[in-house]
């Protein structure tokens, strides 16, 4: 694995998508694609970042109207998540419950 000069990794993305009429809805219609897609985006530069020895946390627990006024994002777009980009610390690691797996039983239905 590479390792960059901490100076040459952005402290921070942010991701957002564009709400619009023209996105594609799912087949009820209930909700478009844009968070989907955003989320696919996130996946893929946590991945990237990890191929060049960066450490990634997505964040989703943030003040998203507060950051949404603060960035000053139209009404139209909705802040999404943060993705934190770095090292991470010697040692550190996820909290214990991370790896923490109910059984398929409670979370799967097979119908």
Do not use: Q
Not at 10 to 17: A, D, E, K
Not at 38 to 55: F, K, P, Q, Y
Not at 76 to 85: K, P
Request: hydrophobic share 40%; proline share 7%; net charge negative.
């Amino acid at each position: 694995m590479r390792r960059h000069h901490a100076a040459t990794v952005p402290p921070r993305f942010w991701l957002w998508h564009t709400i619009r009429k023209t996105s594609t809805p799912t087949p009820d219609g209930d909700r478009e694609s844009g968070t989907e897609d955003a989320a696919i985006v996130a996946t893929h530069l946590m991945l990237a970042a990890t191929d060049e020895g960066v450490d990634s946390c997505w964040i989703n627990c943030f003040h998203a109207r507060m950051l949404h006024e603060l960035l000053g994002l139209p009404e139209r777009e909705e802040l999404l998540m943060l993705l934190d980009l770095g090292y991470a610390a010697e040692g550190s690691g996820p909290l214990p419950n991370h790896s923490l797996r109910k059984p398929l039983s409670e979370t799967v239905t097979r119908i």
